[in-house]
């Protein structure tokens, strides 16, 4: 929401906006709502009539022989209301959960599309984990209460069509006393979304907090916080409770004044039709019916009342959800894709520059890289090595200029091409919840059990998963949880050597691997990038000494190429950047060794 002090007008909009959902679904959400029409308006009706008929047997010996046919329509009543509950809940959850699979299924194709380019700094997990749930609190108000909405307008119309007709005008206080009711959380909508999202502010501060005293609690105990972090959660524990007070307050008062509305609008119309009464101008009879039909027009209402008091929350839910449907993709596909003619991996850099928004990351980037060779980024963090290697799988495209694969501009070509020739493995890359074989299968699905052992065998994890109890169908838990990280960098090798790109792109793993896992890794790669263009973002001079070419960049500019020995031998800031990762003895190396390639 924009504006900080919003008016339960504007509130609404996202909710409505949302709404555009239930209308491939016009003919059930009529149906759902004509059937909660149907059981409001028989129980209204079964409430006049019970209290007619006691008005009669009471009152009026003459109408005794009414009796049997009230009573007749009073059983219909009670029954069409009570089958119609039931068709209203099943009807209505229906919809409902029509409408929210729906847009959980937009909701997964925006991320997708805006995915990782458009997150902003939040991570896909965390944006899809909050948008489903915040879907999931929409619910209730798909559920419940549009078409209580329709009623709650239609309801009470009908009931003071009805009174009118008995009463005569004064049926119209009720009408007023409804539209007053209803009044209440309208004009305090405001109110109660500032203090919602205060209180939720609040909350997600307190489950920072609590996170981090759990993730970090090793160095709180070393560094002796514990005290310190005892205290923070009990200051922010209570500024939860205060904000919340507010909110119950308000709340509270908003129903105690909904209740003076009802009581004010029962003793005006009881004191109207007393007065009429008294001065014959209205059957006595009527009375007592038309005092149970005023409770029976606030009914309807009350589902309304209660949607405006969760206005704000499902307003900021419903927004939440339209800024990730509403986000644009930071990549599109041609109208008309362009597919290379060969699949060699020939890869050129033509005059590129790029930023994330007007802060430049990469600047003027002209290189050629020959398929089959083997290219290591090198470079301070922040140099623009892994944006270099999403713009490789058009994650982003560059601002100006073009990157080439087999002559052809990636933005000429569609995103699944793109990504079916170019493979990106990250350093942490991310395994499916299930087993070796399924993860293996998501690359490829037609692999067969040969197949997938030979893709084990080059990325040398062959004889890891052998030794598992299930081997193949060995689970990897969620995220590849029961893995190393080095294991599962070797799972995606396997990946990419089943799909077999013709470039592949990897961020070499920084993370504490031990020697023989980093040579097992080492091998792996030795192996996928044989006949395979590959750019690797390097961090360990053994990777960087097994490539043909070395990129040094600085700041998002190529300020050297050439192999590893010529760079070490000529430029002294390649020196310092080796120096400062892990190999001071090859950084300090003389520069005896004679240079091939160029420097820029
Ligand atoms: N999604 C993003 N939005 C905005 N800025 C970004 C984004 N990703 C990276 N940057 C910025 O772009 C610059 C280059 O980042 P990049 O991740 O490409 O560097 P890097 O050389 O790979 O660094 P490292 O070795 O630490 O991973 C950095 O200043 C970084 O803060």
């Known amino acids: 929401m924009s504006s900080d002090r919003p008016t339960s007008a504007q509130l609404l909009r996202p909710v409505l906006r949302l709404l555009e959902a239930a209308f491939a679904d016009r003919g059930l959400f009529w149906r759902s709502t004509a059937s909660m029409s149907a059981y409001q308006f028989a129980a209204a009706a079964a409430a006049g009539l019970s209290t007619f008929i006691a008005t009669i047997v009471v009152a009026d010996p003459h109408g005794a022989q009414y009796v049997p046919l009230l009573i007749f329509a009073l059983i219909v009543a009670v029954t069409v209301n009570g089958v119609f509950i039931w068709v209203e809940s099943w009807l209505s959850h229906v919809l409902a959960y029509r409408i929210l699979g729906r847009l959980r299924m937009r909701l997964h194709d925006a991320i997708e599309r805006i995915s990782p380019g458009g997150m902003k700094h939040r991570r896909a997990g965390e944006v899809a984990g909050s948008t489903m749930s915040d879907v999931e609190n929409l619910e209730w108000f798909y559920a419940h209460t549009v078409g209580a909405a329709i009623n709650a307008a239609l309801g009470p119309l009908l009931v003071t069509v009805a009174l009118v007709v008995l009463t005569g005008p004064a049926g119209l206080i009720v009408l007023a006393g409804v539209a007053a009711y209803l009044a209440v959380p309208w004009l305090l909508g405001g109110l109660q979304a500032r203090q919602g999202r205060a ?22 105990l070393s560094l002796g916080l514990d005290e310190y972090q005892k205290r923070r959660v009990l200051a922010t524990t209570r500024r939860v409770q205060r904000r919340k007070l507010a909110f119950a307050l308000r709340s509270g008062a908003e129903g105690a004044l909904a209740d003076v509305v009802v009581a004010l609008t029962t003793v005006s119309f009881l004191l109207v ?18 005092i149970v039909l005023l409770a029976a027009a606030f009914a309807p209402a009350t589902g309304v009342f209660a949607m405006f008091q969760r206005l704000g929350d499902m307003s900021a839910a419903a927004q939440r959800v339209l800024d990730v449907l509403d986000a644009s993709a930071p990549v599109t596909d041609p109208a008309q894709p362009r597919e290379p003619t060969t699949s060699s991996g020939a890869l050129r850099f033509a005059d590129v520059n790029f930023g994330y928004g007007d802060t430049p990351v990469l600047r003027e980037l002209d290189l050629d890289i020959e398929p089959g060779q083997t290219v290591a980024l090198v470079g301070e963090s922040g140099a623009g090595k892994t944006t270099i290697a999403h713009l490789l799988v058009r994650f982003w495209d560059p601002t100006s200029g073009h990157i080439l694969l087999d002559g052809v501009s990636l933005r000429d070509m569609t995103q699944e091409q793109v990504r079916q020739r170019v493979a990106l493995i990250g350093q942490h890359p991310y395994l499916f919840r299930g087993s070796v074989r399924s993860n293996l299968h998501i690359a490829a699905p037609q692999a067969t059990e040969s197949e997938l052992w030979a893709a084990l065998e080059d990325a040398q994890l062959a004889p890891t998963v052998r030794s598992w109890p299930q081997g193949l169908d060995q689970l990897v838990g969620e995220g590849g949880a029961t893995m190393s990280g080095g294991q599962r960098q070797r799972l995606a090798i396997a990946q990419a050597f089943l799909r077999s790109p013709s470039v592949l792109v990897m961020d070499e793993a920084v993370a504490h691997l031990d020697a023989a896992q980093e040579q097992q890794l080492a091998s792996a790669l030795a192996r996928v990038r044989h006949n395979r263009t590959t750019v690797v973002i390097a961090h360990r001079v053994s990777t960087i000494r097994h490539a043909d070419r070395v990129v040094f960049l600085d700041h998002g500019r190529i300020v050297a190429t050439g192999t590893h020995d010529h760079i070490l031998a000529t430029c002294e800031q390649y020196r310092s950047v080796l120096a400062h990762a892990e190999a001071p003895e090859l950084a300090a190396q003389s520069s005896s060794e004679k240079p091939r390639g160029d420097n820029k």
């Open 199 to 220: 209180v939720r502010a609040e909350l997600g501060e307190l489950k920072a907090i609590t996170l981090e005293g759990a993730e970090g609690l090793r160095e709180i």
């Open 273 to 290: 039709l007393a007065t009429r009464v008294q001065d014959n101008a209205l059957n006595p009879l009527v009375f007592p019916a038309a």
